[in-house]
């Protein structure tokens, strides 16, 4: 029993440390695995710092100003570690009123092509009367202006060299990934050639334009560096460096360059005709809520909600108020930003297929688009038949009036509005919640105009007959369309 017993301990020693040998070497492995994903630090960005230098430049412009003008600049280029001491001295010696002097500013740039295209954001070169451009080398060349973008800051300028310039190129923004490796090269603060790195914190950020996609990047970004490139490791452009979230003015290590695969389309604009010509599709969006979805009856959020449409191609094709826009020129369209990128970057006049949900099926409807730059805003509404004696009723906490010329003239509502004037909102209501007020028109409900407080009253009975929960009623305010998904209840 003992020699047993001792045996079968010694085994049980033997199986444990083969086990835990196998567990350790098992983790070993899985742990190589793991790190044989991720890829290394560069050891250095030396070689790709002189590989991309030449093609880097410092942009500074002059502008005439009145000294006593709202917003002057200092005496010193912006940015420059003098500039709070010119702006002390300025502020102890007053009395230059009515007087011009030269203001100058600095900025960043690269170039893109051996016959000296120059990019670089819109603000860096706005309202100046001379630009200079200063290369690596020392040599300095005046600029002069192609084509500017204010929708995405970004400018084309072209320099006239005696030899062909070094330059670099657009990489693909959209294979870059959270987490990769970047430089940032530039003119921060005034101090000449610049180089930064870090990795790309974010994609797609949106700060407040129209066509925003900016990549987030840890890379420092100050004052200067706007206009200047960011580079992935295989030394194309990835970003135009534009802007940095900061609360005192200097970098945080929040920084935002605009993604190249929106600056390449408009740079090729701008060379071509020396300005943007973008498509137009001529409709007012928004998202689609999953409050919204529930009461179309659909299985998901995604796609963009025709608000309204005013003449324009999208009306000429017949799309219409309450099309969920799923699909644009076969890409899928994901949420209104997707869709005004995806037309934006669509060639005027080109005829595409857009993919409409319309009453739960799904049309495709042929839009020659139209271009952007050259839409009116403006749309005309035919004269509506109004009674002479508005009624009023209460309808989902919702104190409505119907629309007649006694009640045009009261309110001041435009001549020519249909719907339903929201007089008042329960302030416990779910319209109230949701952002209705007093002096909205309900325009619709489902895909129905209601001009009569009886044909909002049946939409509302036939969407709780059909087993839904809310109703979608399209909401005017202060002119502007929007959907709106209210509960039914029982």
Same mark, same amino acid.
């Given at each position: 029993m003992q020699a047993f017993a001792t045996t079968k301990t010694k085994t049980s020693k033997n199986y444990k440390t083969w086990l835990w040998s196998g567990l350790m070497m098992g983790t070993i492995i899985v742990a190589q695995s793991i790190a044989s994903a991720a890829k290394a630090a560069p050891e250095s960005f030396a070689d790709l710092v002189e590989e991309v230098s030449p093609a880097v430049v410092n942009i500074t412009t002059m502008t005439m100003i009145e000294v006593g003008e709202v917003g002057n600049g200092p005496l010193v280029p912006e940015g420059s570690p003098f500039e709070d001491f010119f702006r002390e001295f300025e502020d102890r010696n007053p009395g230059n009123e009515g007087r011009s002097r030269r203001s100058t500013a600095l900025g960043s740039g690269f170039v893109i092509s051996v016959d000296g295209y120059v990019v670089t954001n819109n603000h860096v070169i706005e309202d100046a009367d001379e630009i200079m451009i200063e290369f690596f080398s020392g040599e300095e060349l005046p600029a002069t202006l192609i084509g500017r973008d204010p929708k995405t800051d970004i400018a084309v300028l072209k320099v006239d060299a005696d030899d062909e310039l070094f330059f670099v190129e657009f990489g693909d923004s959209d294979v870059a990934r959270v987490g990769d490796w970047v430089m940032a090269m530039g003119n921060p603060l005034g101090q000449g050639f610049s180089v930064s790195a870090g990795i790309i914190s974010a994609r797609n950020r949106s700060l407040s334009g129209t066509y925003d996609d900016f990549i987030q990047t840890d890379a420092a970004i100050n004052r200067g560096n706007s206009g200047g490139p960011l580079f992935n490791m295989d030394g194309e452009v990835i970003g135009v460096?534009?802007?940095?979230?900061?609360?005192?003015?200097?970098?945080?290590?929040?920084?935002?360059?605009?993604?190249?695969?929106?600056?390449? /389309?408009?740079? $090729?604009?701008? #060379? #071509?005709? @020396? &300005?943007?010509?973008?498509?137009?599709? @001529?409709v007012r969006i928004q998202d689609v809520s999953s409050d919204m979805a529930e009461a179309l009856g659909l299985d998901a959020t995604n796609g963009a909600m025709v608000t309204d449409v005013p003449d324009g191609p999208a009306a000429d094709a017949g799309i219409a108020s309450g099309d969920i826009i799923?699909?644009?020129?076969?890409?899928?369209? &994901?949420?209104? =930003?997707?869709?005004?990128?995806?037309? /934006?970057?669509?060639?005027? /006049?080109?005829?595409?297929? %857009? $993919?409409?949900?319309?009453?739960?099926?799904? %049309?495709?409807? $042929?839009?020659?688009?139209?271009? =952007?730059?050259?839409? &009116?805003?403006?749309?005309?509404? #035919?004269?509506?038949?109004?009674? $002479? &004696?508005?009624q009023s009723a209460e309808i989902l906490g919702i104190t409505l009036f119907e629309i007649t010329d006694t009640l045009i003239e009261e309110t001041g509502i435009p001549e020519g509005t249909r719907g339903l004037f929201v007089a008042g909102v329960d302030e416990t209501s779910e319209a109230f919640e949701k952002g209705l007020r007093a002096g909205a028109i309900i325009e619709k409900a489902g895909r129905l105009s209601v001009n009569t407080l009886s044909e909002l009253q049946k939409q509302v009975d036939a969407t709780i007959d059909t087993g839904r929960t809310s109703v979608l009623l399209l909401v005017r305010s202060n002119g502007n369309p929007r959907f709106l998904a209210l509960s039914v209840g029982e």
């Open positions: 460096n534009t802007a940095i979230l900061s609360p005192n003015g200097g970098s945080i290590g929040i920084g935002f360059s605009m993604a190249s695969k929106v600056v390449s /389309g408009v740079v $090729d604009q701008l #060379e #071509e005709f @020396g &300005e943007t010509r973008r498509g137009w599709l @001529g799923v699909s644009f020129d076969g890409s899928t369209v &994901e949420d209104v =930003r997707d869709l005004v990128n995806q037309v /934006g970057a669509a060639d005027v /006049g080109a005829i595409v297929e %857009v $993919d409409v949900i319309r009453d739960g099926e799904l %049309v495709t409807i $042929d839009v020659t688009l139209g271009r =952007r730059e050259l839409a &009116e805003n403006t749309t005309e509404t #035919e004269e509506p038949e109004v009674n $002479d &004696e508005p």
